[in-house]
């Protein structure tokens, strides 16, 4: 394998997501996203809700953006596998709860 190839192959990927939450970030769906995260340890996975940040690991951090109804949350991944990451914590934010 040549330096060039094994570089690229260690290059972190990194993925950008944009969600507008349809109901307010409680503790089920940021508890959903922290285990997410925690399947991925080498990759960072950060979201962002106007100024707040939060490291997706963290149910309390991802509870404390206080993103409500419209917030629109920026998810961003950088580490092996960024965008299936995104796109999966993505879904999970863009999922409306059906009661029962």
Do not use: W, Y
């Amino acid at each position: 394998m040549s330096a060039s190839s094994e570089a690229h192959q260690f290059a972190d990927e990194v993925a950008e997501r944009t969600v507008i939450l349809p109901k307010h970030l409680h503790a089920r769906p940021a508890g959903q996203v922290a285990q997410v995260a925690a399947r991925h340890p080498d990759t960072t996975i950060d979201l962002v809700a106007g100024s707040r940040r939060a490291n997706a690991r963290s149910v309390l951090a991802v509870m404390g953006l206080g993103a409500v109804t419209g917030t629109e949350i920026l998810v961003t991944a950088v580490g092996p596998g960024a965008a299936a990451i995104a796109d999966e914590i993505c879904r999970i934010l863009a999922t409306p709860e059906t009661d029962g």
